[in-house]
């Protein structure tokens, strides 16, 4: 079977250009049989919804996790997972200092939001930090809305951040660099999608594509 490799460019201290070799299919299909079979297992001896097998990402309704989250946004205000009921919510885990799978996934979803058109208005994204210590709110309000003034950023104390990853299954971990604040993390890419109710619908891989999005999204919304 051919594995696609994900290449992420990184800049090193000196300016020089390198790169750091993911196996993304391989990490990708791993967290997509995780996810679906958690499903299965929650939907055991129920029938699965018709418009269900129109969906492009991976379906993970009714998975016991990613319930809620408590996090502070770019502008201070504490949110919770209820606060955006009544929209599909999109949400993505990241840090500002990411080279490339982060801001790719953001201007990703910044196009779907054009896509939509007027149904853009019944579409929340939000950006949670993995990286609390350089994160702050500050950058965040740079950094977020530059994509969409819309888009939201969240962010908490490094342990409301990891009880938040733990929540969601999602991991990451820190790569020291060559001095203390110039390091990198590795984590689990990927897009939680729920519907205008606050449940957890479909996970999307990294890269899915803006029409498969658009897709997913006007199903939800209808």
């Not at 993304?24 to 055991?44: D, E, R």
């Not at 997972?81 to 999109?90: A, E, Q, R, T």
């Not at 962010?155 to 951040?161: D, E, F, K, N």
């Not at 733990?166 to 971990?173: D, M, T």
């Given at each position: 079977m051919h594995l696609a490799i994900?290449?992420?460019?990184?800049?090193?201290h000196e300016g020089e250009r390198g790169y750091v070799m993911v196996k993304a299919a391989i990490f990708n299909q791993f967290l997509k049989l995780i996810f679906v079979g958690l499903a299965i297992s929650s939907l055991h001896g129920c029938k699965q919804p018709e418009a269900a097998q129109a969906f492009k990402s991976t379906n993970v309704t009714g998975i016991d996790s990613g319930k809620?989250?408590?996090?502070?946004?770019h502008l201070g205000k504490m949110r919770t997972l209820s606060d955006f009921k009544g929209k599909v919510v999109l949400l993505f885990f990241g840090y500002t200092h990411c080279p490339e799978a982060c801001p790719n996934t953001l201007m990703e979803l910044a196009l779907v939001m054009k896509h939509l058109g007027p149904d853009a208005a019944k579409v929340q994204v939000l950006f949670i930090t993995l990286d609390p210590e350089r994160d702050t709110q500050a950058l965040l309000a740079q950094f977020v809305p530059s994509f969409n003034p819309g888009f939201i950023g969240l962010y908490g104390t490094p342990a409301q951040i990891a009880e938040t990853a733990k929540e969601y299954r999602l991991f990451y971990n820190k790569q020291p660099g060559k001095s203390p604040g110039n390091y990198t993390l590795d984590h689990a890419v990927g897009t939680y999608i729920y519907d205008q109710s606050g449940?957890?619908?479909?996970?999307?891989?990294?890269?899915?594509?803006?029409?498969?999005l658009v897709n997913d999204i006007k199903l939800l919304l209808n």
């Amino acid at each position: 079977m051919h594995l696609a490799i994900l290449k992420i460019r990184i800049l090193k201290h000196e300016g020089e250009r390198g790169y750091v070799m993911v196996k993304a299919a391989i990490f990708n299909q791993f967290l997509k049989l995780i996810f679906v079979g958690l499903a299965i297992s929650s939907l055991h001896g129920c029938k699965q919804p018709e418009a269900a097998q129109a969906f492009k990402s991976t379906n993970v309704t009714g998975i016991d996790s990613g319930k809620d989250f408590r996090l502070t946004d770019h502008l201070g205000k504490m949110r919770t997972l209820s606060d955006f009921k009544g929209k599909v919510v999109l949400l993505f885990f990241g840090y500002t200092h990411c080279p490339e799978a982060c801001p790719n996934t953001l201007m990703e979803l910044a196009l779907v939001m054009k896509h939509l058109g007027p149904d853009a208005a019944k579409v929340q994204v939000l950006f949670i930090t993995l990286d609390p210590e350089r994160d702050t709110q500050a950058l965040l309000a740079q950094f977020v809305p530059s994509f969409n003034p819309g888009f939201i950023g969240l962010y908490g104390t490094p342990a409301q951040i990891a009880e938040t990853a733990k929540e969601y299954r999602l991991f990451y971990n820190k790569q020291p660099g060559k001095s203390p604040g110039n390091y990198t993390l590795d984590h689990a890419v990927g897009t939680y999608i729920y519907d205008q109710s606050g449940k957890l619908r479909l996970h999307a891989s990294y890269g899915q594509g803006v029409d498969a999005l658009v897709n997913d999204i006007k199903l939800l919304l209808n």
